[in-house]
């Protein structure tokens, strides 16, 4: 079986392996634990010493004991202590790293101080730049600038950031080195009009110039700090096998008693309007403050001080090093470290430091308990209402925390008081990283939840995040936004970035907007930009699209009306403001007379898209942002699930309908008179009845003239030379009857009394409802309202009977067979399966439509006959009620890329997977799933799905997969992420998220081509046609019931692939879409081409082969291929051969 790679970004490289490798140390430290032996130190010579009976078994020493209470009390379970422990050795650095590190940094130290000095220029002549070809990395708008520059050696090269003070992590290396720029070069007037960044640009392009005759650099390129552009970076990259592992950013930073940190308060002006417009300057003009742009300037005069505040509190707290790597791949896997207003590994250092100044945590707590406290700060304590300062004594001149919360959304002052380090992040993006940490302490505490993995080790991006992601492209339109919202002091505060400029503004509008639709509305954070340094800085247009996060609060999401004020109150001229002209005074049945504004959407599928209506309409109404600049991602994935033909629905309302039926079906079982027992309960057994069917059935008109009517009865059949009928399928109810002495124990006797209450129902049913039936001896299909329901009557003690077996003794025995099963399953299994997921649609009512997608995506991959709906069902129930580290899903889009990250990561062989059913199971009952599991691995199902109903046995994947198609599964899941996820995310190009659901064929060996003619489901292919054939029936609502009984479960190709495997199911396997496949694809089993000894009892489909005198045999395939065509003449084609892959 082929499995083909997925190529993965550097993130989930980590991931995997780190969980890979953690996951090895554990099983081998759990391996040494269990066998309960010491394990001997190693002496120098590398030989273990031989210990005395009374040292090996000796009491555990002090340090022992204290480390077992340790693990106790800190810990959920040792193992948590060793999963951290683990973690953090992957992410160290190891020592050759560091000594990599120490001499690539020595040798760009030894080449900076070589800088050479170059002549006095004017600040806008790059002439002394154009024989080497090197750019400046700054956007010069406005070009005039005034000041004299030239080329110095620095005055020092230091190390700061992350790797001095020890926090450094892998994958992403980045070594920071500030180079001082010489005090000749700088004037003090150049803190305004953005001169200081501009020189600061120069510098580092003269430093660029020349490491670039270096034959120890590799590549250099220009980047910003945090996507800020009035702070330019150089990162270099070593020559040779290491490139990639090493990456160094040079810092240009000027000395740090350069300017006095007050010039640079929150509410000072330090870019001149006049310039920045180009306007002649206004006498009496009130300058606007320039609080970022001030952040931006004083930022690069305090790493320094920053990196020696940071080295006392690590110096203070041994774990501190440990806490802030770890909060730091908490923070990665969030994607809140990287990008414009990030939480990056600073303020994380910067965060644990403030804990232990303000003693929120003690100096000889653990890593763990230190992560713990900081996310709890995180989760309890919202900077953008009450800011905190590390400031113990500021001076004077250094701004309040009032001061500074007018000036930005999130407050955290760095130790010298001027400082705010969140000055660029937005109140939504803090908001996202208190829920993320108050999510993530809840998981925590959940005792049957692996927090390690679930919080340090799964990606959390965007797109499989959020229920909800808008992607506003065509940034280039926020200047116009800038204008119509009057931004020009913000934009110059931003040095002409429009993008951050009117964020915020943005940002505020949808909020408002949104209101109770959305529990959190967030954004993307605009990546760093990287360019050659031969090249110029990229536009601000040229960022990627701005990509909107919502997570859905669905008791209001959906919602097409929106209630306003009452149309005399004070608050509705700010209604009518926010919604201009959507805005109408409506009468409602309780009398008031209120503003209100209705979006479009008849059908669930559409009220998907009111967040859109919204957000198109207020960011065109406030911003000048047009409609098509706003993309709704994963809008296009629910169409492969779309039902009906008028209003376009993905099935909601066609379940509703069928359920609705059912109920009334059940009422008047409940009710008919003349049983010779009572029913006792009436439950459904079928997927439409839980939302979770596909296609759901809809209510169908026949049309009579397309058939031809069976003599002597009011049955339809087929006609000949016609299309496949329209495929009816039948809906199962289980009906019990109450028990009683008069039910036979005999197995037989048991099915005849069953037949004759399906005959007796259908009298009753067609005597007091005027409901056509037709009664066999396994069920009663009834015609009700267009639809059809298979009742299928059940005796409790059936299952029981079964089982049982008299001995030729005459000894009464019990055992366990395969018949006595798959009645308990058929008559409780699936009807408690089927009302307990009833229940959690109505609590989760995204879970349907996810569940059509993921079995959608299982039977288009032609995974449909190894996984089975009932199983498919409890895996998607599995996002639902064990979500972590995410939330329930809220849309088909983002249920679908979990499901398929489910399937791909999941430890199938190691763990099994257990879906909490109505919360039954208890932290003990975890326990005892897990043993069991462990103990009876082999003989349990490859995939393994524990309920509360079913803690051992994984009735519903008995039958499959096997290890070789679950092992496909999982790859072509892992592929289909993949790709799904970059479709959504493509900003260029269309979407195309049918390219998931076309399965490869390249894999077979032999395709069977069927005429779509006699395909009744055709019109449900991922890819159909554009014509529809007359199949006899006609899709409406409000059928009635009675006249002719239809033609119901008539599906040639699954009888046509039955019977294939009932007769070639030992030599091939046989895969096919049951929803309007074309294609059933034929794998040949490798052991069957093993020449077996000449038996004339085993020549089924199989030839004699001669070969020295022996004779053995071997499939026939040529008659094999032959008899595909004779079995489905009329139904098959053509068949396609790929005889170089079944060549024996």
């Known amino acids: 079986m082929k499995r083909k790679g997925s190529t993965l970004t550097e993130e989930n490289e980590m991931e995997t392996s780190n969980s890979s490798r953690v996951e090895e140390r554990q099983s081998a430290k759990g391996s040494k634990m269990s066998k309960k032996k010491v394990v001997a130190p190693v002496a120098g010579d590398g030989v273990s010493p031989q210990l005395s009976r009374g040292e090996l078994y000796k009491a555990p020493t002090v340090e022992e004991l204290h480390q077992l209470k340790e693990a106790e009390s800190l810990f959920h379970c040792s193992l948590l202590k060793m999963q951290m422990e683990e973690l953090l050795k992957e992410v160290a650095l190891s020592e050759r790293r560091k000594k990599m590190v120490d001499s690539f940094v ?292 250094a701004p309040s925390l009032p001061e500074f919360h007018s000036a930005f959304q999130v407050v955290f002052v760095d130790p010298s008081g001027h400082l705010n380090m969140c000055a660029d992040m937005t109140a939504c993006t803090y908001k996202q990283i208190q829920y993320e940490a108050s999510l993530s302490l809840q998981f925590w505490d959940d005792p049957t ?228 027992l009572s029913i006792t309960s009436v439950q459904g057994a079928h997927p439409a009845l839980r939302y979770t069917q596909v296609f759901p059935p809809v209510p169908v008109k026949l049309i ?68 056509t039936s037709h009664p066999s001896p396994t069920h009663l299909d009834v015609w009700k309202d267009g639809l059809v329901f298979r009742i299928q009557v059940a005796y409790h003690r059936e299952p029981q009977v079964l089982r049982e077996s008299v001995t030729p003794e005459g000894m009464l025995i019990h055992r366990d067979n395969a018949e006595a099963q798959g009645v308990e399953l058929e008559t409780q299994h699936k009807p408690f399966l089927t009302s307990t997921l009833h229940g959690l649609q109505q609590q989760h009512t995204g879970f ?36 972590a580290p995410f939330t329930p899903p809220c849309s088909p889009q983002v249920g679908l890329l979990r499901f398929l990250y489910l399937l791909s990561t999941f430890d199938w062989r190691n763990s099994p997977l257990v879906v909490n059913l109505n919360s039954k199971l208890t932290a003990a009952d975890y326990t005892e799933i897990k043993n069991h599991f462990m103990t009876s691995r082999e003989s349990l199902p490859v995939m393994f799905i524990a309920t509360p109903n079913d803690k051992t046995a994984s009735v519903w994947t008995k039958q499959g997969p096997s290890v070789q198609m679950l092992q496909r599964i999982v790859t072509v899941a892992a592929e289909s992420l993949r790709v799904l996820e970059a479709q959504l995310l493509d900003p260029v190009q269309k979407p195309d998220i049918r390219v998931v659901f076309r399965p490869p064929l390249d894999i077979y060996d032999v395709l069977i081509h069927l005429r779509p003619k006699q395909v009744p489901l055709v019109g449900q292919a991922v890819d159909p046609k554009a014509t529809k054939l007359p199949r006899g029936a006609i899709e409406q609502t409000g059928v009635g019931s009675g006249g002719s009984f239809p033609v119901v479960d008539f599906n040639p190709v699954r009888q046509y692939v039955s019977e294939l495997r009932d007769a070639f199911g030992d030599v091939a396997l046989f895969f096919y879409d049951p929803y309007g496949g074309t294609v059933v694809a034929v794998l040949w089993k490798p052991h069957a081409f093993v020449p077996q000894p000449f038996k004339t009892s085993l020549m089924n489909a199989r030839q004699v082969k001669v070969s020295d005198g022996t004779a053995t045999t071997v499939p026939n395939v040529e008659a094999i291929v032959q008899d595909f065509h004779i079995m489905g003449e009329g139904l098959v084609n053509k068949v396609e051969l790929k005889t170089e892959k079944w060549a024996v």
């Open 106 to 397: 020595e040798t760009i130290t030894d080449l900076l101080r070589s800088v050479p000095a170059g002549p006095v220029l004017e600040v806008m002549d790059l002439s002394w730049l154009a024989s080497s070809g090197t750019a400046v990395p700054f956007i010069m708008v406005p070009e005039a600038t005034k000041g004299k520059f030239h080329m110095e050696p620095p005055a020092s090269v230091n190390l700061i950031g992350s790797y001095p003070l020890g926090t450094c992590i892998k994958p992403r290396v980045s070594v920071d080195l500030a180079v001082t720029i010489p005090l000749s070069i700088l004037h003090p007037m150049d803190s305004i009009n953005q001169r200081y960044s501009r020189k600061k640009a120069l510098y580092l392009a003269g430093l660029a110039q020349h490491l670039s005759a270096s034959s120890s650099v590799d590549t250099l390129r220009y980047s910003c700090l945090h996507g800020d552009r009035l702070r330019p970076l150089l990162i270099v990259t070593p020559s040779g096998k290491e490139s990639s592992s090493i990456t160094l950013r040079i810092h240009a930073l000027p000395p740090p008693d350069y300017l006095k940190p007050s010039r640079f308060h929150p509410q000072k002006n330090n870019v001149r309007t006049a310039w920045f417009s180009g306007q002649d300057a206004q006498q009496e003009i009130s300058e606007p403050p320039t609080p970022h742009y001030n952040s931006a300037v004083l930022g690069d005069l305090l790493p320094c001080s920053h990196l020696q505040f940071l080295r006392a509190h690590a110096d203070q707290c041994p774990a501190y090093g440990d806490a802030v790597a770890l909060l730091k791949v908490w923070l990665r896997q969030r994607e809140l470290d990287q990008g414009t207003g990030c939480f990056g590994g600073f303020l994380a250092a910067m965060l644990m430091a403030y804990l232990l100044s303000t003693h929120k945590v003690g100096k000889t707590m653990n890593a763990y308990q230190l992560l713990r406290n900081a996310l709890h700060f995180l989760a309890t304590t919202d900077l953008t209402e009450n800011g905190i300062t590390l400031a113990r004594s500021p001076d004077s001149k």
């Open 449 to 676: 939840l692996d927090g390690f993995h679930a919080l340090l080790m799964t990606p959390k991006p965007m797109v499989r995040t959020y229920d909800n992601v808008y992607h506003l492209s065509d940034l280039v339109k926020m200047q116009a936004s800038c204008k119509k919202l009057g931004l020009l002091g913000d934009l110059m505060d931003h040095s002409g970035n429009y993008v951050t400029a009117v964020l915020p503004f943005i940002l505020s509008l949808l909020q408002k907007g949104l209101g109770e639709r959305v529990h959190l509305l967030t954004h993307s954070l605009p990546p760093d930009p990287e360019w050659p340094v031969c090249s110029e800085p990229p536009k601000h247009k040229d960022q990627p699209p701005l990509a909107i996060g919502l997570l859905l609060n669905l008791e209001h999401a959906l919602s097409v009306l929106e209630r306003g004020p009452p149309a005399d109150s004070p608050e509705a001229c700010e209604f009518r403001q926010l919604w201009g002209s959507r805005s109408e005074l409506r009468r409602f049945q309780d009398g008031a007379i209120t503003e209100a504004v209705l979006w479009s959407g008849s059908s669930t599928s559409q009220r998907r898209h009111v967040p859109l209506q919204i957000i198109t309409h207020l960011l065109h109404l406030h911003a000048d942002i047009p409609k098509t600049s706003v993309r709704f991602v994963g809008a296009q994935v629910a169409d492969v699930v779309r039902v009906g033909n008028d209003v376009s629905t993905t099935g909601e309302e066609e379940s509703v309908e069928v359920v609705q039926s059912f109920d009334d079906l059940s009422r008047k079982l409940w009710q008919l008179e003349g049983l010779p």
């Open 704 to 771: 009579y003239s397309f058939f031809r009517r069976e003599k002597g009865s009011r049955v339809l059949l087929p006609k000949e030379n016609k299309p496949c009928p329209y495929y009816l399928t039948p809906i199962k109810v289980i009906c019990h009857m109450e028990g009683s002495g008069k039910w036979p124990n005999d197995a037989s006797a048991i099915r005849h009394i069953k037949a004759a209450f399906h005959i007796r129902l259908g009298e009753l049913l067609q005597a007091q409802h005027n409901y």
């Open 848 to 883: 349907g439509a996810v569940c059509r997608l993921a079995k959608r995506w299982l039977a288009a991959q032609l995974f449909s006959g190894d996984v089975g709906e009932d199983a498919a069902d409890l895996l998607v129930a599995s996002l639902f009620l064990q979500p």
